[in-house]
């Protein structure tokens, strides 16, 4: 009987902080194997040192966000075949234009940071004490906020974006796309103050429209649709003076 060696798949995967290095691996190959499978193999059969984050591992959560030869992607969603194609090996690094904590663990902090500068918090105009404030599912503007409304946060677009790379104090597509829905729901009531929150030289007129945030997110939203829905409403507000 002749044996034979199981496919492999060779793997660099960054190690480190920001001054880190590629480490190599060796993975096995299996049918309907994710990136997120990869980085576990690794972990727990290879180098248990290795840190990263993960959660539902279903495509739910977004927190297994990594760079995956050179593109942000849910690695729980992106399957080797998808990613490896003609190539020899796959490259794994924690997601751009983030701290890098550790490995592929990133500090999300300065994320979060830019929707609070955004005002990305909900601030109705009624009180508990009040009735609830009723929104007809076909209103053209709530149908905007629904459109937006699925980010999960996941930085999955902020690492995609040149901007941010270029300017650091950038909001970013998750942030500004969470103001918009904001802006468009006629529960809110504080749109004039958002629209100075995201006005400025690091708000929605930055935006360059390379359209990265757009293709790459995976709940399909459109960042950019929403960063164009802002510079209007900016425009508009200037036009009537209500700045």
């Not at 966000?65 to 690094?93: E, F, P, S, Y």
């Not at 904001?182 to 400025?200: H, Y």
Request: glycine residues 6%; aromatic residues 6%; positive net charge.
């Amino acid at each position: 009987m002749v044996l034979t060696t199981p496919a492999t798949i060779a793997v660099r995967v960054w190690r480190g902080g920001a001054a880190g290095v590629f480490q190599a691996f060796e993975v096995p190959r299996h049918e309907s194997q994710t990136v997120l499978d990869v980085v576990t193999y690794i972990q727990r059969s290879l180098d248990a040192t290795l840190a990263y984050r993960y959660a539902c591992r279903v495509g739910m959560c977004g927190s297994c966000a990594m760079m995956v030869n050179g593109r942000a992607r849910w690695t729980c969603r992106t399957h080797i075949d998808l990613v490896l194609q003609d190539r020899k090996d796959i490259t794994i690094a924690p997601l751009r234009n983030l701290p890098v904590i550790r490995d592929l663990v990133t500090d999300m902090r300065e994320f979060f940071d830019k929707w609070a500068r955004a005002k990305g918090r909900f601030q109705g105009r009624v009180s508990r004490n009040e009735d609830f404030e009723r929104i007809k599912p076909d209103d053209p503007d709530r149908v905007q906020v629904d459109a937006g409304i699925e980010c999960i946060g996941c930085a999955v677009c902020y690492a995609s974006c040149d901007v941010v790379a270029w300017n650091p104090d950038y909001l970013g597509p998750a942030a500004l796309n969470r103001a918009w829905t904001l802006i468009k729901d006629a529960r809110d009531a504080k749109t004039m103050a958002r629209l100075r929150a995201v006005a400025g030289d690091a708000g929605c007129h930055s935006c360059h429209t390379h359209l990265s945030c757009t293709e790459r997110c995976p709940k399909s939203i459109s960042p950019t649709a929403g960063i164009a829905g802002l510079k209007r409403a900016v425009v508009s507000a200037v036009v009537g003076k209500a700045f």
